[in-house]
């Protein structure tokens, strides 16, 4: 069964500090996908970033950086000199596919619920 | 940028009523799903919907549970006799024609149940 750790229910930091969150992934299929959503206190889910199973590059995107790593089955998500406007709770999710369809099913995380303060 | 769209954003109903959660995806999207999130809880997977069917759908989704497409733009999540513990933040996604787990699912804002 797939299944999605995270391991750090909140982190508080103080600004401009960087802050890592964790990500730990269960699956059986050679080909998968993993996401991370972002959920500001509006609740809206905003989704951040894809990556597929054969691709184990990291990737920067301004502030934020993304560490997958598959011998640890770990995706793990790096904020660089977080601000205020950072703080939300932060789901990763693990794409499960659903028989031959091609749809997709997502498992997500528990959450890390990250608190910036000034 | 296109969004997925859900309405109403807040709907409070009291035990034992029918209510019906609407979204509007994204206008080229073929694959649209319903998740759930219970209040400082994880989102869950409740049913997935192509082509005018359910193809999937988690234990959750029992018999109270049903969607529909009515038209060409919504989607709807229905549940016939609302329980407590159907309190929680619903959100509709949808896919493009890709369809596959390579294209992400672009969430709505959700709508929060509140069953009295």
């Known amino acids: 069964a797939q299944k999605v750790t995270q391991a750090q229910t909140e982190i508080s930091v103080v600004e401009k500090e960087d802050v890592t969150l964790d990500c730990v992934y269960e699956?059986?299929?050679?080909?998968?996908?993993l996401f991370w959503y972002k959920q500001p206190p509006s609740g809206e889910l905003v989704f951040l970033i894809r990556?597929?199973?054969?691709?184990?590059q990291n990737e920067i995107s301004g502030r934020y950086s993304w560490n997958f790593q598959k011998s640890t089955s770990s995706f793990n998500f790096t904020i660089t000199a977080s601000q205020v406007v950072d703080s939300a709770v932060y789901f990763c999710?693990?794409?499960?596919?659903?028989?031959?369809?091609?749809?997709?099913?997502?498992?997500f995380g528990t959450g890390t619920r990250l608190l910036v303060s000034p | 940028e296109p969004e997925v769209t859900q309405t109403p954003s807040h709907q409070v109903t009291q035990m034992g009523q029918e209510v019906i959660l609407r979204c509007v995806p994204i206008?080229?999207?073929?694959?649209f799903y319903w998740y759930r999130q219970i209040l400082g809880q994880k989102v869950e997977f409740l049913v997935s919907?192509?082509?005018?069917?359910?193809?999937?759908k988690s234990e959750i989704f029992d018999d109270q549970f049903s969607v529909e497409r009515p038209d060409g733009s919504n989607f709807t999540l229905k549940i016939r006799s609302t329980k407590l513990e159907d309190s929680a933040m619903y959100f509709c996604?949808?896919?493009?024609?890709?369809?596959?787990?390579?294209?992400?699912?672009?969430f709505g804002n959700g709508t929060r149940l509140t069953v009295t």
């Open positions: 996604a949808s896919s493009d024609r890709t369809g596959g787990q390579n294209s992400p699912l672009h």
């Open positions: 699956t059986r299929d050679t080909t998968y996908y």
């Open positions: 990556r597929n199973s054969f691709d184990e």
């Open positions: 999710a693990l794409s499960e596919a659903l028989g031959n369809t091609g749809f997709q099913k997502l498992v």
């Open positions: 206008s080229n999207h073929l694959y």
């Open positions: 919907f192509y082509n005018n069917e359910i193809s999937e």
